[in-house]
C-alpha cells in the first residue's frame, strides 16, 4: 500500500489549505483513514480520521471546527479542508492507513492503529 501527501505549503494565519492523500496498491475503501502532524522537535500527533463508512470521522480538540476530512472512495483519497490556520497548525503532516479497523464505521485515534504512511508533506504557516 503507497500513499502520497500533497497540498502543503506557506500560507498566512487566517488563510485556508487543503491536503490530499492518494492511496495505490490495495483496497482503499476499506480502511478507515487518518491525517497526523508532526512539528519539528515534537511527537507525530492525532488530528483527524475518518471511518471506512464515512460516516464518522473525529478531531483533535486543537483543529475542531476548523479542519474538515473527507474520503472520495471512487478516486482513493482522503483529504483535510484547513481554515483559520494557526501559526501552531506547522508541521508536517502525514495520511496514516488502517487497514483492519473493527467496524466500518470505528474511528480510532491512537497512533499503533496505522500501519501505513504518507511521506508527509510541510505545512507552514506564518503569523
Known amino acids: 500500500v503507497q500513499l502520497q501527501a500533497s497540498g502543503g505549503g506557506l500560507v498566512q494565519a487566517g488563510g485556508s489549505l487543503r491536503l490530499s492523500c492518494a492511496v495505490s496498491?490495495?483496497?482503499?475503501?476499506?480502511?478507515?483513514m487518518a491525517w497526523f502532524r508532526q512539528a519539528p522537535g515534537k511527537e507525530r500527533d492525532f488530528v483527524a480520521v475518518i471511518s471506512v463508512s464515512g460516516r464518522f470521522t473525529n478531531y483533535a480538540d486543537s483543529v475542531k471546527g476548523r479542519f474538515i476530512i473527507s474520503r472520495d472512495n471512487a478516486k482513493n483519497t482522503v483529504s483535510l479542508q484547513m481554515s483559520s490556520l494557526k501559526p501552531e497548525d506547522t508541521a508536517t503532516y502525514y495520511c496514516a492507513a488502517d487497514r483492519d479497523p473493527p467496524h466500518r464505521d470505528t474511528v480510532l485515534t491512537n497512533i499503533r492503529w496505522f500501519e501505513h504512511w504518507g511521506q508527509g508533506t510541510l505545512v507552514t504557516v506564518s503569523s
Open positions: 496498491g490495495g483496497t482503499f475503501s476499506g480502511y478507515a
